[in-house]
Nanobody
Framework: QVQLVESGGGLVQPGGSLRLSCAAS????????MGWYRQAPGKERELVAV???????NYIASVKGRFTISRDNAKNTVYLQMNILKPEDTAVYYC??????????WGKGTLVTVSS
């Protein structure tokens, strides 16, 4: 089992920045990839960014050049640096971990609101 705890959400003005953190605990040795998903009101959950155990990253087109996913292995933590935030980035952001047998683990989510 893997436990995930997100932090760092909040209210920010358009053009601003936030950094989300996701601390992992438990059977972290089994994790093969970690990612950030988001779900806006009335919309389906979507994958925003992913980082593999090998360090490869991938992003959805709408956040490329604005968001950066990274990890600190010593702290068992994954980050999502979000810059130049737009109102359409408003959503609940969820941390995800996938293990070697494709089990998915989820955090409880953190709300990001981009509004003036």
């Amino acid at each position: 089992q893997v436990q995930l705890v997100e932090s760092g959400g909040g209210l920010v003005q358009p053009g601003g920045s936030l950094r989300l953190s996701c601390a992992a605990s438990g059977s972290i040795f089994s994790i093969r990839a970690m990612g950030w998903y988001r779900q806006a009101p009335g919309k389906e959950r979507e994958l925003v960014a992913v980082i593999t155990s090998g360090g490869n990253t991938n992003y959805i087109a709408s956040v490329k050049g604005r968001f950066t996913i990274s990890r600190d292995n010593a702290k068992n933590t994954v980050y999502l640096q979000m810059n130049i935030l737009k109102p359409e980035d408003t959503a609940v952001y969820y941390c995800n971990a996938r293990d070697a047998v494709f089990n998915d683990y989820w955090g409880k989510g953190t709300l990001v609101t981009v509004s003036s």
